[in-house]
């Protein structure tokens, strides 16, 4: 299943295998699966993002071999129709669980073209959020995960990243994906004090997550497959 992370009603009808995920406390009525079912998280919505969501497939949905993540602006699409060709149906547009089930028998990940900066990936972090923080998370994982200080160093020191914590994989990659990164971000909130943060900074560990995905993936090594992303107006 791939799961679109919503926090609003959507006016589109979805593709076969996808499904409305609602996260947080707001007053979406139209969704399949609400992320404060369960083992949850749902309450860290505002500083976790589409992480919340993440946590609920991470927990109750054990039963799937393939699983994605997108948004409810955002969805892979299939690469024939990069150019966004409006004519064509958006059902028939958006990359088909069917299509993606094929790619993830040459690839392990499916994943968003990347994201170019001017600067380095922390220089630019930095700049848009507080840079004592990725030192913090830095400090966490040298201290739990040694072994994955080199690819955080060498994302860091990189110039981009797939963005926005988008995904199509393997269940069993997303399992291990999902240990790691929680164990970061749970000990990072215990020492990030966000309290005087504004309402778009206290969405920290959603951007955080953006960085760590990637470190994770540079660290494993791990064949992907860069489909186009298409954002809904």
């Not at 919340?52 to 109750?60: A, E, F, P, V």
């Not at 040298?142 to 080199?150: F, K």
């Not at 309402?199 to 994770?216: D, H, M, S």
């Amino acid at each position: 299943m791939i799961y679109v992370i919503t926090h609003k009603d959507v006016l589109y009808k979805l593709p076969k295998n996808y499904a409305l995920l609602k996260v947080g406390n707001n007053s979406c009525s139209k969704y399949d699966f609400s992320d404060n079912t369960g083992d949850n998280i749902s309450d860290k919505n505002t500083s976790f993002c589409e992480l919340t969501g993440l946590y609920w497939i991470w927990k109750n949905r054990t039963n799937e071999s393939i699983v994605g993540l997108v948004h409810y602006r955002r969805f892979f699409i299939n690469h024939i129709h990069h150019k966004i060709d409006r004519r064509i149906p958006f059902k028939q547009r958006i990359l088909s669980f069917r299509k993606a089930r094929r790619i993830l028998k040459e690839y392990d990940i499916i994943v968003p073209q990347k994201l170019f900066f001017d600067s380095t990936v922390r220089k630019q972090y930095a700049k848009c959020h507080f840079d004592k923080d990725i030192d913090t998370v830095r400090e966490i994982i040298d201290e739990i995960y040694p072994e994955y200080i080199q690819a955080f160093d060498k994302v860091m020191n990189d110039n981009s990243i797939y963005a926005c914590n988008m995904f199509i994989t393997r269940f069993d990659i997303i399992d291990d994906y999902c240990l790691w990164l929680y164990s970061i971000l749970f000990e990072a909130e215990k020492k990030i004090d966000i309290t005087d943060y504004n309402q778009y900074q206290k969405r920290i560990f959603g951007f955080l997550a953006e960085r760590l995905f990637n470190v994770y993936c540079t660290h494993n090594s791990f064949h992907v497959y860069y489909a186009t992303v298409h954002t809904i107006d």
